[in-house]
C-alpha cells in the first residue's frame, strides 16, 4: 500500500491554508502514526494542485517534485483569500516506482476538457485494476512501470468518459464499488479529486475507504478528519488532524464514505 499523507481543503482565508499546508510539512516529517507501521516519514515527494480565486479570475496551481517537503524551497499559493486544493506527501510502498512523475497529484484531461487532479492514501491492487482497465478499451497497460494511483486516474478518466456528466462523488463511488467487485481494493485507499470544468467551476471531493478489520496501527494511521473553521474546511490525515485540532475544531470521517467538499460540503 502507499503511505501518504494528504489533505483535501476549501480555504477562504490565508491561514488557515497556511496551517494545513504547515500541519503537512511536518506530518510528513515525523509522523507518530506511521512508527508502528515501521516506518516514520513521508520523503518520496510531494506535490500539490490548487486552484486561487482573485478579482473574478481563477488559476491552476501544479506541482510535483521528488524532494520532501521539509526540504524544499519551494512553498504553494497560500496567500489567497479564497483557494481550493489538494496537498500531498508521498511514503511509497516497497516495489512502486519513485520518481518526480509518480508524485501526487496526478493530472488527467478529460473528454470534455475537464482537469482531474488525483491524489491517494492507501492502495489498490495493480493486476485486477489493469484487467478492469483493459476490458474498458485501455489497452497496452504496463502496471509494473507505474503506481497504482497513476491507474486509478486512469479509471476515473474512463469512467468519465462512459458516463459524461458524473459529478466527482459519482465517480468515487462507481470506482469503489467497480475495485470492491474485482478485488481490487486495498485496505486503506482514501482518494481525493478536484476537478476543474471548461467554464471554470471547480469540484472537490474525497473518499474516505478503510476496511473495517485493517488493525488498530492502520485504523489510526489512516482515518480521515473533517476540519472546519468557519466557511473554510478541510480533510485530513490523521496526524495533520492532531496538529490542526490544537487550533481548530476536528472530527473523524469514522466510516467508509464520500464527501464533496466544493462546491458544497454534504456526505453523500
Not at 518520496?44 to 486561487?52: A, K, V
Not at 468557519?230 to 480533510?235: D, F, H, T, W, Y
Request: include cysteine; charged fraction near 20%; glycine fraction near 6%.
Amino acid at each position: 500500500m502507499l503511505n501518504c499523507r494528504l489533505a483535501a481543503y476549501i480555504s477562504h482565508s490565508e491561514a488557515f491554508a497556511n496551517d494545513v499546508f504547515s500541519a503537512l510539512l511536518y506530518s510528513a516529517k515525523n509522523d507518530p502514526y506511521a512508527k508502528p507501521l515501521d516506518f516514520s516519514s513521508h520523503g518520496d515527494g510531494w506535490g500539490y494542485s490548487i486552484l486561487t480565486y482573485n478579482q473574478g479570475f481563477t488559476s491552476i496551481h501544479f506541482y510535483k517534485t521528488l524532494t520532501p517537503v521539509w526540504r524544499d524551497r519551494h512553498k504553494p499559493p497560500l496567500a489567497a483569500k479564497h483557494s481550493i486544493g489538494i496537498l500531498h506527501a508521498r511514503k511509497a510502498s516497497r516495489g512502486m516506482p519513485i520518481s518526480a512523475a509518480e508524485a501526487h497529484p496526478y493530472t488527467v484531461e478529460l473528454q470534455d476538457g475537464t482537469l482531474l487532479f488525483i491524489a491517494q492514501n492507501g492502495g489498490v491492487k495493480k493486476e485486477p485494476l489493469t484487467q478492469i482497465l483493459e476490458e474498458m478499451g485501455q489497452k497496452h497497460l504496463d502496471p509494473h512501470a507505474v503506481s497504482d494511483t497513476h491507474l486509478l486516474a486512469k479509471l476515473l478518466a474512463t469512467l468519465q468518459s462512459e458516463k459524461r456528466g458524473t459529478n466527482l462523488v459519482g465517480l468515487l463511488r462507481e470506482a469503489w464499488k467497480l475495485l470492491e467487485d474485482a478485488e481490487a481494493a486495498g485496505r486503506c485507499m482514501n482518494t481525493a479529486a478536484l476537478a476543474l470544468h471548461p467554464n471554470d467551476e471547480a469540484q472537490l471531493a474525497i473518499m474516505r475507504y478503510i476496511i473495517e478489520d485493517a488493525g488498530e496501527p492502520l485504523l489510526r494511521y489512516c482515518e480521515l478528519y473533517e476540519v472546519r473553521d468557519g466557511p473554510s474546511k478541510a480533510v485530513v490525515s490523521s496526524t495533520l488532524a492532531d496538529i490542526l485540532s490544537k487550533k481548530y475544531a476536528t472530527a473523524p470521517l469514522g466510516k467508509n464514505t464520500v464527501l464533496q467538499l466544493a462546491p458544497a460540503s454534504q456526505n453523500k
